[in-house]
């Protein structure tokens, strides 16, 4: 997605990576389309098993085994597997070591935490999150991919989520398959996002019926950056 450097930093690496490019309009990146083109293709190339993991992320070593060993222990084979993501500290001027990357930060606080080889059932949807996850193929196909409706940052996963939800696919938290987010600056709320938030929080209630990132809609309100309009039940851009 709007990044022609990329293609140089992986060529002649083993094992080669696939290049696809994700046209980027009006400057919102669509993430929902550049994940929905990435599993095509892996599909139309005999993958099993789909593993998502957000650019910013770095696999633990045994995350990829994790997920498939959890795909294949489930009597339920149809499953949306989400493993743990611990959010990584400022690194040194040497970078991370990637063999310390499980002592510099825990799991999200906010995510069940199962132990290493341990499966859990969860039924909540709205904790679902695409830095890390996994499907089978055939779970792929049943949910649908990710609605393509949403461009720039939020709701593309929440959304996916509940089609999972309502597809009847089992929502299983995996452990011993880690991922690590690289430290980057952030914004809280992330006001940098406001109008991609505002647009695709609208879609979602189209779709579904209740209103996602709700404590980002509410501190926006708060900066006086967007109100809620009683007379049509929906957040606009501006104070009261």
Do not use: K
């Not at 040497?94 to 199962?114: C, F, I, K, Q, V």
């Not at 649908?144 to 999972?164: K, L, N, P, S, W």
């Amino acid at each position: 997605m709007d990044d022609p450097d990329l293609g140089p930093v992986v060529t002649g690496r083993q094992p080669a990576a696939t290049i696809i490019d994700c046209p980027v309009q009006d400057g919102r990146l669509p993430l929902a389309r550049a994940r929905n083109l990435g599993a095509i293709r892996a599909l139309d190339h005999g993958a099993e098993l789909l593993v998502f993991l957000d650019v910013d992320c770095i696999p633990g070593a045994q995350l990829l085994e994790r997920y498939r060993q959890a795909s294949l222990e489930l009597t339920h084979h149809r499953s949306l597997l989400c493993g743990t993501v611990s959010y990584l500290p400022p690194p040194g001027p040497a970078g991370y070591r990637l063999s310390d990357l499980a002592t510099l930060a825990e799991p999200h606080p906010s995510r069940p935490t199962p132990a290493t080889g341990e499966i859990l059932r969860s039924t909540d949807y709205e904790l679902f999150w695409s830095l890390s996850f996994a499907v089978t193929a055939d779970t792929w196909h049943a949910v649908g991919g990710f609605c393509e409706e949403y461009e720039g940052y939020g709701g593309e996963d929440t959304d996916y989520g509940q089609r999972a939800r309502s597809a009847g696919i089992p929502l299983t938290w995996v452990g011993g398959a880690p991922a690590f987010h690289q430290h980057h600056p952030v914004s809280s709320p992330p006001v940098a996002h406001l109008h991609d938030i505002l647009r695709n929080a609208a879609i979602f209630h189209r779709r579904w019926g209740w209103w996602p990132m709700t404590n980002w809609l509410h501190a926006f309100a708060d900066r006086g950056l967007i109100h809620w309009n009683r007379s049509t039940r929906r957040w606009d851009l501006g104070p009261v």
